[in-house]
C-alpha cells in the first residue's frame, strides 16, 4: 500500500454525517488522530452516544444533533462551522428496516441532495459519499465492477437511493467542480457494530454464539458476501479523500474474496468454542445471492489495500462482544 500524504488534514475541519453510527464513529476517531477538526452530525436513529466516548473526550470534537434529511438543520451545521471535507455517512442502514420501513429510505435522497448543494455553496474540497454494494441489486456479472451492467430490475428503495447519490456526486463534479466520489462499501463488520436483529450478520451471529445460540441462516447458506473489517473500510475513506484521481468516481470497497454464510457461520462457531449447528429459515426477498466485488480500481486509484485478514478480524469483534458489548 502507498503511503498517502494526510497533512492535509492537520488543522481542517471534516463534517462527518452518520458520525454516531458504526462506521461513522470509527471514522472520526481516525480522522481526530490524524489531526483533523471533526463536527459530527447524527441524529440517532440507530447511532449512539456510546460510539462516540473516545471523540467526545477530544478537544477537536463538535457533536451537532441534526436530521440530515432537514435542510435548515444541515444549512445551520455550514453557517457555523467553515467545513472542508464532508463524509456523507447517514443513512436508513439494515435489511430488516429497509423491509419494514422501506418509504423512509427514500427520504435519504433530500439529505444527499441537501448536503451537495451546501458543500458546493460553501466551497468544500471533497465530498465522500457512502453507497453500498446494494446498488448492483443482485449481480449480473461476477465479479462486479463499478462500470459493469447494472441490474434494470433491481428495485431495493436502499440500493436505489445510493445509485441515486452516486449519480448526484457524478453530476456536482462534472457539472459544478465540486471534487467528490462514491464508495461502494460491501459488508463491514468489526467492533460497534449493530448486532441486535436490525444489524448485521456478523454481529448478529457473534451475540447469539456468545448466548450459545446457534445462527440463523436465511436460505441454505450457499449465499456470498465479502467482509471487510472497519479499521480497512475508514482507511479506504481517507484515502478516497485525500486522492484526486478518485474525483467524479465510484469505487467498490472490497477485499475481493468471497465468504459463505456457511463459512462465516463455521468461523464463529469456532471462535465460540461452542457446538452451534446452524438452524436454516427461508430466504428473505431482497437479499441478493452473491457479492464478489471487482476492486482493482480501489487497489489502482486509491493505493489501497485491506490489511486486516477475516480471520484475524472475526477474531477481534469476537473478543471486543465478548467483553461485555454484546
Ligand atoms: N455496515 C455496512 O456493512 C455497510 C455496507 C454498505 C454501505 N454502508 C453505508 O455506510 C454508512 C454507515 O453505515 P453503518 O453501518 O455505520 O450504519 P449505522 O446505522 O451504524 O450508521 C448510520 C448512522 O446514520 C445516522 N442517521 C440515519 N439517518 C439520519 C439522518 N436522517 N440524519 C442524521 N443522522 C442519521 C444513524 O443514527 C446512524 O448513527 C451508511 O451510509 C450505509 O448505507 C454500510
Known sequence: MTNVDYRA???STVLVTGAAGFIGSHLVDRLLSLGARVVGVDNLSTGTDQ???EARRH???V???ADVNRFEEVAQIFS???IDYVFHYAAVVGVRIVIE???????DIDGIKFLLALAHAHRVKKFVFASSSEAYGEPVELPEREEGVLNVN???????TKLVGENMVRNYWRRFGLPGCSLRFFNVYGPRQNASA???????FMKRALAGAPPVIFGDGKATRDFVFISDNVEAGVHALLADAANGKTFNIGSGRQTTINELAEKIAVLSGKPLVPVHEPERAIEVRYRCPDVTRMRELLAFEPQVPLDEGLRRTYDWFRIGHA
Do not use: C, S
Request: proline letters at 8%; hydrophobic letters at 45%.
Open 80 to 82: 457555523a462551522h467553515k
Open 198 to 204: 436490525y444489524g448485521f450478520v456478523v454481529g448478529i
Open 51 to 53: 460510539n462516540l466516548a
Open 9 to 11: 488534514l492537520q488543522g
Open 154 to 160: 433491481a428495485d431495493d428503495p436502499y440500493g436505489l
Open 59 to 61: 478537544p477537536e470534537f
Open 101 to 107: 420501513r422501506p418509504l423512509e429510505v427514500f427520504k
Open 63 to 65: 457533536f451537532v444533533r
